[in-house]
Structure formats: C-alpha cells, structure tokens
C-alpha cells in the first residue's frame, strides 16, 4: 500500500510541466532561472530577491490589434496576403483574418463560408453576437451554431476596423450536450474582453 502511495505521487509529479526556463537581464548582469522561483540578485551592493511568475496568458499585437490569450493555445500563422492567425485550445479557437483595403468581408458573409465548411444538413442558428470590451467598446457581431453529427460548432464572428486596418475577429468553441460554452472558451472569452484594443 505504501508503494501504491508513493508511485501515485511519483506519477502526478512527473505529469506536471516542467517549469519555464527564463534568463533575466538586470544592469547588465544575466540570471538564469525558472518560472515561479525566487532568486538573489546584487543591486547596487544591496541583495534582493527576484521573482518572476509566468502568467497564463500570451499576447497577441499585430498592428493596432492586441489581446491576451490563453497560453496553451498553440500559434499557427499565415503570412501570405491577407494574413490570417489560428490560436487553437481544446475546445476553444480564436481565429484573426486580415482584411485588404477595399475588399473587407463582413461578418455575415465569414459565418456563410464556416456554415458552408461544415457541411451540416442542417441550417444553422444565427443570432447578433455582443462582446462588451472594456478598452474597445461594446462590439456586435453574428452567432452561428451548426450542429454536425453530435457535435454542435459555434462561430462568433466580429468585423474590427480602425483607420485603414480592418481585420475578422472568429470565436470557435464545441458546445457541450446543454448546448452550453466550454469553461475554456469562457475564460477566453472573459480576458479577450477585458484586453481587446485595436
């Protein structure tokens, strides 16, 4: 019983990530170190502790357009005009499409071509989608939810344009048997609010 006890702890451990090796520059002397520990660092001939915690969001800037993001959301990018991003969860998708001057599609016409990709039988929902920013405003969109086989796929779709730079803003997730949102896609969702700007 005790080498059950101990392997079980041995094996939750190792199922832990390991911890993010970070080097840290400070007045031109380097530190290395790994995310969440505490280390002696010389200021000025006075000793401080340095921590540094690695937070659970990545940033996403291209151009005048930012947000936070999960951190596990592996990045895919397309770099051939116009640009597109794919940051991609378990069950949640944020998607951005850069829109050529002149040629933006709405948000209409992008949840049209995800109904279409999906080839369900059936038609979709469709409803006004809202994302209340606290740093952009209050934006609308379109909701489509396609169910395929079992599973049901929603599609948030925002057309953003400031200036002369307009991109697609495409919120996926799988919706559960309820029909309701993932937590991850409701986490999201929550920081993509509260840090959007464009």
């Not at 702890?9 to 790994?34: F, I, K, M, W």
Request: one cysteine or more.
């Amino acid at each position: 019983m005790l080498l059950a006890a101990l392997l079980a702890t041995t094996c939750s451990a190792a199922s832990d990530e390991p911890p993010t090796q970070l080097r840290v520059e400070l007045d031109g002397r380097q530190y290395v170190t790994t995310a969440g520990a505490s280390l002696e660092v010389d200021i000025g001939g006075t000793k401080k502790k340095l921590r540094i915690d690695e937070l659970p969001w990545r940033h996403f800037a291209q151009g005048s357009l930012q947000f936070d993001y999960p951190r596990h959301f592996p990045w895919e990018s397309d770099p051939s005009p116009p640009r597109s991003w794919t940051l991609d969860g378990n069950d949640a998708v944020i998607m951005v499409f850069e829109q050529p001057r002149g040629h933006a599609r709405t948000a209409d016409d992008v949840a049209d071509g995800f109904e279409k990709s999906l080839g369900s039988t059936k038609p979709a929902e469709r409803a006004k989608a809202v994302l209340r920013t606290e740093r952009a405003g209050t934006l609308t969109g379109v909701t489509s939810k396609v169910r395929v086989a079992a599973n049901t796929i929603s599609h948030e779709v925002f057309a953003l344009g400031k200036d002369d730079h307009a991109w697609l803003l495409v919120l996926q997730d799988a919706l559960d048997e309820q029909g309701d949102h993932s937590s991850e896609y409701i986490e999201m969702r929550q920081r993509l609010a509260a840090t959007l700007e464009f």
